[in-house]
């Protein structure tokens, strides 16, 4: 039996991963029905599908902050504890992460390997282009998507499927975290 494989990712509601504006952190719109539930989410045994280019930002936004910064939300702190495996052909073992190993190669053949051999399901947190390639070669079971409500049209800077190739949704489970922000998983066929 194959590994379950989640793309997980935040977004603003034109589709934007991040911003360059001055919004902060889950576009300040983070609650605490929000950070419960993705604690929870990650509360399970997983292990966790970096690309490099994320690992790095996670690696540099962790070391930058304190104990008391959002950047350290329990679900953050369980993440970096969960088993983690960073696709890339720069970075050198040991990483700057509890339980991580850099494994070489394309993302793709890695991550099918990976769907073969875990034990446990897979999850992805950001690493777009990864993703979307992963997305492609038909290996992502679930699309997660947490939608703040904020609109990011000057500020917005990495599309979260620009480039992506045309897939069907069928909605799996959704629902509405403090009133305000959407969480909505998605199972994706290509559209032919």
């Known amino acids: 039996m194959t590994a379950t494989y989640t793309f997980d990712v935040f977004s603003s509601l034109d589709g934007f991963g991040t911003t360059s504006g001055s919004w902060g952190g889950y576009w300040g719109k983070q609650g605490p029905e929000l950070l419960e539930h993705r604690l929870a989410s990650y509360g399970e045994e997983q292990r966790m599908v970096f690309g490099a280019g994320t690992y790095r930002v996670f690696a540099q936004m962790l070391a930058a ?42 993302a793709v053949d890695v991550v ?18 990864m993703n979307r390639a992963l997305m492609a070669a038909g290996l992502v ?4 998507v947490t939608i703040f409500p904020v609109i990011t049209g000057r500020t917005g800077t990495e599309p979260i499927f620009q480039g992506a190739a ?27």
């Open 141 to 144: 079971d679930l699309v997660q």
């Open 65 to 106: 902050s304190t104990e008391e910064s959002e950047v350290r939300d329990a679900w953050v702190t369980r993440m970096r504890s969960l088993p983690a495996t960073v696709v890339s052909n720069t970075l050198e073992d040991p990483l700057d992460w509890p339980d991580a190993t850099v494994v070489r190669g394309d």
């Open 166 to 192: 045309d897939f069907d949704l069928e909605l799996i489970e959704g629902r509405t975290l403090d009133g305000r922000s959407q969480e909505l998983i998605y199972r994706p066929t290509p559209h032919v």
């Open 112 to 129: 099918a390997r990976l769907k073969e051999e875990s034990d446990v399901p897979l999850r992805s947190h950001g690493s777009l282009s």
